[in-house]
């Protein structure tokens, strides 16, 4: 091992660790070269503790001023794939997810921060991710407003918008869309989004040459590609498109919503993640 200490410009990053996990489980690492207790120790100290401004949330990397919902949701995707919470202050976790709730029903990045789709998707999700709780983690009231936020930016171009008021967004299909999923048991409300609409939306969005952008007329990149795929993945109009000939090639394979992942790849981490049962004490 090296005795080298880690410097401000290679430290371990909270959000990097989550995609790399996601990324050896595509490829189906078996994890057998996985520091399972130094990662929780990262995770541990990336939440913010007592005093500080933020508290229950996380930084991205120890110590940083850098924290929203994002590096929070990141810390309890690897925890469910690790099947160990031991790391994390849920209740403090949970609280600060809260705070960050608007009155429209949708989550900012941070407390009195505006709501975003990607931002509610990231929220609902990680109070989704917690095992446990000992009551539901949205009231039917909190869960009926947010289902309504997120239903007002379904537009009737077919695609969603992230922030009230905003156009149309690819990318938005995905977060949006996920977070009104009823499969994961998380908002309950697949069958009121328009699934050949939604479709629609993102064919129109896709470039001559490949790839889908963010909008109609706009260059494609791999972000809003990826996650017009994974919202298809979840809201395929084939079925709707009935005998078409082209209905097969809108069927994918479906899509765990809340690790945001191939529910197969999903299967793969949940099962090598975690630490062997003949290791644990």
């Avoid at 789709?117 to 539901?136: C, F």
Wanted: charged fraction near 20%.
């Amino acid at each position: 091992m090296c005795d080298q200490q880690y410097t401000e410009y290679d430290t371990p990053h909270l959000i990097m660790t989550y995609t790399a996990l996601l990324t050896l489980a595509i490829f189906r690492d078996d994890f057998s070269r996985l520091n399972r207790k130094e990662l929780l120790t990262f995770i541990r100290a990336c939440q913010r503790g007592d005093g500080r401004q933020y508290t229950g949330s996380f930084s991205v990397v120890p110590g940083s001023n850098e924290t929203d919902l994002r590096s929070l949701y990141c810390a309890f995707a690897i925890s469910a794939m690790l099947d160990d919470w031991s790391a994390i202050d849920k209740e403090r976790a949970i609280a600060y997810i809260t705070s960050c709730r608007t009155y429209e029903g949708g989550y900012g990045q941070a407390p009195f921060c505006e709501a975003q789709g990607g931002t509610t998707y990231i929220a609902v999700a990680s109070l989704y991710l917690v095992p446990g709780l000992s009551k539901p983690p949205l009231t039917a009231a909190e869960k009926q407003r947010t289902i309504q936020w997120l239903l007002s930016n379904h537009h009737p171009d077919g695609g969603f918008c992230g922030r009230t008021g905003k156009d149309s967004d690819a990318c938005y299909c995905f977060w949006c869309g996920a977070a009104l999923q009823t499969h994961a048991q998380i908002l309950g409300a697949t069958e009121l989004v328009d699934k050949l609409n939604l479709a629609t939306f993102l064919a129109s969005c896709q470039f001559k040459y490949g790839g889908i952008g963010k909008a109609p007329g706009e260059r494609p990149d791999p972000y809003h590609t990826y996650l017009s795929l994974a919202a298809l993945s979840m809201y395929s109009p084939s079925a709707a498109m009935g005998n078409h000939v082209h209905a097969e090639s809108w069927a994918f394979e479906p899509l765990d919503p809340l690790l945001n992942a191939r529910e197969e790849t999903a299967r793969w981490a949940k099962k090598y993640i975690p630490e062997p049962r003949n290791l644990k004490a």
